[in-house]
């Protein structure tokens, strides 16, 4: 959906901000469900969340060996 990537490319400046800035884990996957839930309407996506921050603290460790 070529609409979606405009509303995805939104957060990804808010996530990438959060992870130059030293954020743990616990405050990117808090960001991801305040995302989800108050700009996408989606609820119950607490695990999805939670991988994804975990996912994205393993990436933030190899970009900035």
Do not use: F, K, N
């Not at 996912?55 to 060996?65: F, K």
Request: a negative charge; glycine letters at 4%; charged letters at 25%.
């Amino acid at each position: 959906m070529p609409q979606a990537r405009d509303e995805y490319g939104s957060y990804v400046p808010e996530i990438c901000t959060l992870l130059w800035q030293g954020a743990d884990q616990a405050t990117v996957a808090t960001a991801l469900r305040e995302i989800a839930r108050q700009r996408m309407g989606l609820h119950d996506t607490d695990v999805l969340a939670e991988q994804t921050a975990r996912h994205l603290m393993a990436w933030r460790e190899v970009i900035t060996r």
